[in-house]
């Protein structure tokens, strides 16, 4: 999706690869899940995205700048520090499992008790760049070149939260129970409890807000002036480089009306045709005879 925002956005960083890259690497969050839900365009607006996501958005902004690119998807391992750093947790088997769930294939590395390396399956962009002889004439043009970029893959700056829960005193499972029995409460579970808690707060930090007391997680920004010449990771395995995404990996909506056996609609859209968009079907109504007596 190469959309009229998305051409502007490369135009305003200059269809600088250097750029392009660095934008999308230190300003969209990470979020995970298995294939593409958002796409490019959605993406950008939303500024959130897993691997494969961030990675179409970087190749949409990429070739809006004339820019030839490719997807490639392949194994890699992770040490401790960059896991943590990169999902923002603490807890390295905790951040495999993570993985796991998420269905990106995390499988945690142990020696003994301690877990010293995660591994997972990972999208990232190659872009066609020119590189220059720093050793000649400046920024002189030598050839070009595939420089592998992976724009989903930080380091977060992490502000540990504050623990008011156990000054609370609050069991999850007591807390859990009591909001299933109130048939009428027209909260959901996370707003009960950060109500809840800003009770709490009122009475013992008057002025303090959850939002204050929050785990705050942020990207740290990088700025090498230079496209990296190689992935942050060990590459353990890599697939033929594609040009598209492949159909099976993005999420799809059926829409699907019968009457019996009879089929009246079944169409499937993929959702990133329909994401932050109206949908409206329009048929034409039966007519019924009226019958006076």
Known sequence: QITQMIIDKAAEL??????IYEYVRNNVKFQGYLGSRKGSDFTLRQMHG???DQCSLLLALLRAANIPCRYVRGSVEL?????NGWLGMDDTAAAGSLLTTAGLDGVSI??????????CTRVWVEAYVPYTNYRGTPNQ???KAWIP???AFNQLAVTPGEDVLTAMGVNMDTFLSTYINDSINPLSPIEQLEADIQAYLDTNDPGKTVDDIRRQKTIDPLELGILPASLPYQVLS???PFAELEDSKRYKVRFHLYNGGTTLIDHTLN?????NKRLTFEYVASTKRLLSS
């Open 14 to 19: 200059g269809n600088s690869p250097l750029k």
């Open 50 to 52: 897993n691997d494969t």
């Open 79 to 83: 040490t401790p520090d960059q896991v």
């Open 110 to 119: 142990v020696n003994g008790p301690t877990v010293v390396a995660v591994r």
């Open 141 to 143: 043009e030598i050839g």
């Open 149 to 151: 970029m992976d724009p």
């Open 238 to 240: 890599q697939g033929v």
């Open 271 to 275: 959702l990133t045709e329909i994401v």
